[in-house]
């Protein structure tokens, strides 16, 4: 494990909310929830997780790692296809228990389905009964994941 860039340790409210010190809290599988967004539109893009390694690798690399729960490694976001999410600015929220990317993505897209974002799908609200139809926000697919990962099974857990 890489331990060039430290953490501090969590010692008191205040110091982990009016801090200067990055003392993230990582929950009981030692991740830490991100929410990756576009750095020029705003877009949710991805939800991710990130171990202690992946935040490290992040912070010194300037480019998005993750810890992938399915297949348990710590996965360079666009190593295999090129996608790769470049750190334009990183933030932790108030009691360091979440991570904020906002990143620019070479070729466009963050999804692994083939969408820009992995949020292409809008659930309906107030719906008072019956099935839920999700409605998709794009339309075309960014890439074919088929052409960039092959016929590999989906790395998501149903």
Not at 43 to 69: C, D, F, P
Not at 146 to 157: H, L, S
């Amino acid at each position: 494990m890489n331990e060039s860039i430290p953490f501090a340790q969590r010692v008191s409210i205040e110091q982990v909310e009016e801090g200067k010190q990055l003392a993230p809290k990582f929950d009981e599988n030692g991740l830490i929830p991100v929410v990756t967004t576009d750095a020029s539109s705003g877009e949710v893009l991805m939800m991710g997780g990130m171990n202690k390694e992946a935040l490290r690798q992040t912070i010194r690399t300037g480019e998005a790692h993750y810890w992938s729960r399915s297949r348990k490694v710590l996965w360079h976001k666009g190593a295999t296809s090129g996608l790769v999410q470049k750190v334009e600015e990183m933030r932790i929220d108030d009691d360091q228990d979440a991570v904020w990317l906002r990143v620019a993505v070479d070729g466009g897209a963050s999804c692994h389905v083939g969408y820009r974002s992995c949020f292409y799908r809008a659930v309906p609200v107030e719906v008072e009964g019956g099935s839920v139809e999700l409605r998709f926000t794009e339309q075309e697919k960014a890439f074919d994941p088929v052409e960039v990962y092959g016929d590999a099974p989906n790395p998501t857990q149903l």
